[in-house]
């Protein structure tokens, strides 16, 4: 937006209320998120006369203590495990998929790609029973790909889709060169398509290791060993056994969402551009 | 835009493949069909599929999940289901939901890229800030509200305390509980929301704007006369996304309530969970399964042909 001429008319009145209001609000975002992190730092007691301000004794035994030990990095070796099993097979899977769809003339092309289509239509708690059914029918019950294949699966309608349109999208001049060239289908996608897509991998990628890293339901439904718990699920484990010992409960929420927010700050960019162009954009 | 759409109501898109060359020089076709589309057609028909199909069949059984299902029952699932008060507080919790997020969400987050799009100093990070929350897990931003509602320690207590009121425990009242959820949803989504809109008026024609500013328009008037229709299409993409985020919702409600107090914050999905997963009741679950993909369906459908006629 090169909105010069509303800048200079704007009036300190104006300005004084914009940043009034965006300050209100952005309090109400940071207002429980650093309480949450000061928190972690207090005394119990502390924390029930003093929850906003600052703690009255730093103690950093309640950090220190769930880094030193083995249970947090556990966690999050596990969802980390998860998220990029199923980020990797995700943008495998898709991807030569998609390149069947736009560059393969196939007969019943069309409707296949609608088939996958329909995965778009409905989220993963339609069918969480059958699935469950399913997993521990195949003896996957309580394993990571218990949960990293129907993640894979679901992610596939909406990966297809983006990466089927970019491929669409290269000019065909490629194709036919390298054709003449005598390159196969299989090395033009190895070669030309994928070395192209770097911007299409990376919000696939972005997209499905945000909904892996935070995903609940199936883990949750797929796996009864505590070692074996991603972070969201480990995290309420760890809430019910420290019960009201709210400082310890929230300083290992921080520690937990820790790497999300400071990975979120580092790739802002591609981060917000991924999650709401992988939304929409198409 | 257009194709954005398409996407979010995932329009069956016929085969318009781009192949202009012939198949003197397509060869080798076989071999990529071969290699490139078992995979994904397997995974998706093991896991999305027939799963559905499955939940279809299952909701016809009374079924505990082991052995083949014998016990068959027709619909009586379904009426099971309609009659449970439970479930009816579900709907209307997701119907809730809704509704909020139309009169409450969307307003905001227009207002907000509204703000965001003047030029001033600190755009970027307000952006940044109001985003964060839908990063997030939904599980992680569920207990840290419960630590902000908690009536002993939360920030609640501390409220209360300051206008020396008796404190409220907001989770744990049947009447409150629902809003206490409602706003934690709006908290939570309120910035990918805003993202819509901010691309929205990017989109936005700054000539109309300024033709409407040489009429004479009010900043209210440019607002609600050209700005708004104008983010037509971005307003519809948002109610679309709000509903399915909606029917979906589990993961924010688990750490707050799970569903309590006494059913007061189920939602469908919840409900599933607490009848159809704990209880192993895969006929119920089952159906709720189904109901919840036929909303879907119908909602996928009925809103492009409702709503998306223009776009």
Partial sequence: MTDTTTEVRMTAGTRVYLYVSLSLVAALVLVPLLTTALGGFKSLGDLRINPFGLPSGWIWSNYTDILFGERYWRQMTNSLFIAVMTVFLTVVVSAMAAFTFAHVKFFGSGQLMNYFLVGLMFPVATAILPLFIRIRDLGLLDSYWGVILPQVAFGLGMSILLFRNYFRNLPDELFQAAFVDGCGYIRFFWYVSLPLSRPIVATVSIVTFVNSWNSYILPLIMLNTETKYPWPLGIMVYRGEFGTEWQLVLAFITLTILPTVIVFFLAQKHIIAGLTAGAVKS | ?311
């Fill in chain 2, 1 to 311: 835009m257009t194709d954005s759409i398409a996407m979010a109501v995932a329009r069956p898109v016929a085969s318009k493949v781009h192949v202009r060359y012939k198949s003197p020089t397509a060869r080798g076709r076989l071999p990529v069909l071969v290699l490139f589309l078992p995979p994904a057609l397997l995974l998706f028909t093991l896991f999305v599929i027939l799963p559905m199909g499955e939940a279809a069949w299952y909701s016809l059984f009374r079924w505990n999940g082991y052995g083949p299902p014998t016990e068959f029952v027709g619909l009586r699932n379904f009426t099971v289901l309609f009659n449970n008060a439970a479930f009816s507080q579900a709907l209307i919790n997701n119907g809730l939901i809704i509704v909020v997020s139309l009169l409450l969400q969307i307003p905001l987050a227009i207002w907000l890229a509204m703000m965001l799009a003047h030029k001033i100093a600190g755009v970027v990070a307000f952006r940044l800030i109001f985003f964060l929350p839908y990063v997030l897990a939904d599980v992680a931003a569920g207990l840290i509200w419960r630590f902000v509602y908690d009536g002993d320690y939360g920030l609640f207590a501390a409220i209360a305390g300051f206008f020396g009121v008796a404190t409220p425990y907001v989770l744990a009242d049947r009447d409150l509980a629902i809003y206490a959820v409602l706003a934690v949803v709006v908290w939570k989504y309120f910035g990918f929301h805003m993202m819509l809109f901010i691309a929205g008026l990017q989109a936005v024609d700054r000539s109309v704007l300024e033709a409407a500013e040489i009429d004479g328009a009010t900043g209210w008037q440019k607002f609600r006369y050209v700005t708004l229709p104008l983010l037509g299409s971005t307003v519809r993409l948002s109610v679309f996304f709000a509903i399915i985020g909606s029917l979906q919702l589990f993961d924010l409600i688990m750490p707050l309530t799970g569903g309590g107090p006494s059913n007061a914050t189920q939602t469908m999905v919840t409900f599933l969970y607490t009848y159809g997963v704990t209880r192993m009741q895969v006929g119920l679950g089952s159906a709720v399964g189904v109901v919840l993909f036929v909303i879907c369906i119908t909602l996928a459908f009925g809103y492009k042909r409702i709503f998306m006629r223009h776009d």
